[in-house]
Each structure stands twice: as C-alpha cells, then as structure tokens.
C-alpha cells in the first residue's frame, strides 16, 4: 500500500482529509495522521474489490470508522458485515478479520490502533474507477460545474 514516510500532516491538531487526498496519486494508500505512544490513527483509501485477508492483531483491539464508501468486514466466525459512512467497527484483540471496499465507489477508513500494531500486507495499485461518487476534495474526481 503506497504510504508516505515525509507525511507533513503527522501528529497535526488538526488534519483535512483533502489534504491527505492530495499526497496520493496512487491506490491504495494509508497514511498515519497520529502516532505517539499510545495510538496510532491512520487513515486507508481503497478502490472497490480491494481486499486484505486473515489479518489479526494479537495484542490489542482495533476499531475502524468508515468515512465514505462501502466496505465489508468478515470478523472472526461471525457472517461478513457491511459498513457505511458512519458506521464503527470493532475488532478485539487476537481475532482474525478480512476486509473488502465492496460497490462502486472508493472507501476511505480511519483504523485507530496501538502504535506497535502488526503492518497489513502490502497491496498491489489499481486504477482509479472513471465513474465513482466523488469524494469531496479528491483531485482525482474534479468539481463539475453547478455542484
């Protein structure tokens, strides 16, 4: 997943997520926002069928909130879940979860985590979808007049 290790935006009071849009030319992509000694905030771009499996943190929870798009956990034993923009989702400790941005439309999530936490595997780039829902401030889906 392409990251940006000169991030500018690390550790800010505040951070845009148009800002963070405009780092990448490429997907996927994360990006940490916060990381100190007790947190670690990223935030995760996909494009639709993007997909990590059988991930797990062993010591410590995970929680995500989708901040647009559509993405489907499978957590554990339990059915797979669908999340939408709003929606947070809880991954405890030691459980083993798989993650898929499903639709039509680019998923972007915020993973709030311990900052020693294990690195998802790398994911290979895709090429960006010519018709999704646009998200606001994306460079890569201009304004269209009238909007």
Do not use: C
């Not at 294990?118 to 009238?146: K, Q, S």
């Amino acid at each position: 997943m392409a990251k940006n290790d000169n991030n500018p935006l690390l550790n800010q009071t505040r951070t845009k997520l148009s800002e963070l849009l405009a780092l990448h030319e490429e997907t996927p992509w994360s990006e940490d926002v916060i990381v100190n000694d007790r947190n670690r905030v990223r935030v995760v771009y996909n494009q639709p069928g993007e997909a990590v499996f059988d991930l797990v943190n062993p010591d410590n929870d995970e929680i995500w909130i989708v901040l647009f798009g559509q993405v489907t956990w499978r957590i554990g034993d339990e059915v797979a879940m669908n999340a939408r923009p709003g929606d947070i989702v809880y991954v405890p400790a030691g459980t083993t979860y798989s993650i898929r941005t499903t639709g039509q439309d680019p998923s972007i999530r915020v993973s709030i985590n311990a900052p020693d936490a294990p690195e998802p595997p790398p994911a290979d780039t895709a090429p960006i979808n010519p018709n999704p829902e646009r998200i606001p401030g994306d460079p890569r889906y201009p304004e269209t007049a009238g909007e």
